[in-house]
Antibody
Framework: QVQLQESGPGLVRPSETLSLTCTVS??????????WSWIRQHPGKGLEWIGH???????YYNPSLKSRVRISVDTSKKQFSLNLISVTAADTAVYYCAREGSLEMATVSWGQGTLVIVSS | EIVMTQSPATLSVSPGERVTLSCRASQSVSNNLAWYQQKPGQAPRLLIYGAFLRATGVPARVSGSGSGSNFTLTISRLQPEDFAVYYC???????????FGPGTKVEIK
């Protein structure tokens, strides 16, 4: 069964870039027709889908974040990454990486999440 | 843009009771609807996909129904481990985007 683990800085300065990496084990990021996604959850709030990348390389983003987000994949390292530019305190959240099942059209597997605080 | 709403925001129930959670889309989403359970400090867990298909390991007391723009998650005989927040999620086929509902918290009465 695929497992996902987020990694990256827990503190980011305002106006800088938030960069997170998700390492995939028990599966491949380059096959199976899956989408590899990022989802965040503001403290005490609901879930917000950020975007995903297909193993073909195509990316799709939440329209509300599209201008600041980039998701990429490194198949050699079995990782995919999130870059969010020009962050503010409103980007403070728990960030989850996840895999979306091609059959289920749902988020099947989740990482444990990592808290990123934006503060000076 | 399709907007997902859930009701009620909070539901207070006693163990053993039956609960029904509602999810509504601002327009028809066919059966592209999933439900998740999230407990404090944990990642969400997929319960239902395709509006009514149970994910692996989900007990039979959990069921999903509905189509178009109105969906329901039903948990019969609520167990202590069922107290959590439940989210619905819509998958838009093109462009392939996801949207979550705001969630319903099921708490102990």
């Amino acid at each position: 069964q695929v497992q996902l683990q987020e990694s990256g800085p827990g503190l980011v300065r305002p106006s800088e870039t938030l960069s997170l990496t998700c390492t995939v084990s028990g599966g491949s990021v380059s096959s199976g027709g899956y989408y590899w996604s990022w989802i965040r959850q503001h403290p005490g709030k609901g879930l917000e889908w950020i975007g995903h990348i297909h193993n073909s390389g195509n990316t799709y983003y939440n329209p509300s974040l599209k201008s600041r987000v980039r998701i990429s994949v490194d198949t050699s390292k079995k990782q995919f990454s999130l870059n969010l530019i020009s962050v503010t305190a409103a980007d403070t959240a728990v960030y989850y990486c996840a895999r979306e099942g091609s059959l289920e059209m749902a988020t099947v597997s989740w990482g444990q999440g990592t808290l990123v605080i934006v503060s000076s | 843009e399709i907007v997902m709403t859930q009701s009620p925001a909070t539901l207070s129930v006693s163990p053993g009771e039956r609960v029904t959670l509602s999810c509504r889309a601002s327009q028809s989403v066919s059966n592209n609807l999933a439900w998740y359970q999230q407990k404090p400090g944990q990642a969400p867990r997929l319960l239902i996909y395709g509006a009514f298909l149970r994910a692996t390991g989900v007990p039979a007391r959990v069921s999903g129904s509905g189509s178009g723009s109105n969906f329901t998650l039903t948990i019969s005989r609520l167990q202590p481990e069922d107290f959590a927040v439940y989210y619905c999620q819509h998958f838009n086929e093109w462009p392939p985007l996801f949207t979550f509902g705001p969630g319903t918290k099921v708490e102990i009465k």
